[in-house]
């Protein structure tokens, strides 16, 4: 059977703030949730501060597994 993702945007503000990425990593413990999830940032996010949202990507995948 194919795999279902559930692709959910995520706003530049949320990308830089620590408590999203709390939050996401309290909702996704202990369940598979993160195996059906993908989070979409726009390239403007990017703009911003590079370094910081690479870094906040790479814990984020890391850490879930989730694609961004």
């Known amino acids: 059977p194919k795999k279902i993702k559930l692709a959910v945007n995520i706003s530049g503000k949320d990308i830089y703030d620590e ?5 996401l990593n309290k909702i996704l413990k202990g369940s598979d949730f993160s195996n059906f999830l993908e989070l979409e940032i726009t390239e403007q996010i990017l703009v911003k501060d590079i370094e910081k949202a690479i870094k906040t ?12």
């Open 19 to 23: 408590k999203f990425v709390n939050e």
């Open 57 to 68: 990507i790479s814990y984020i995948n890391q850490k879930h597994g989730i694609e961004v």
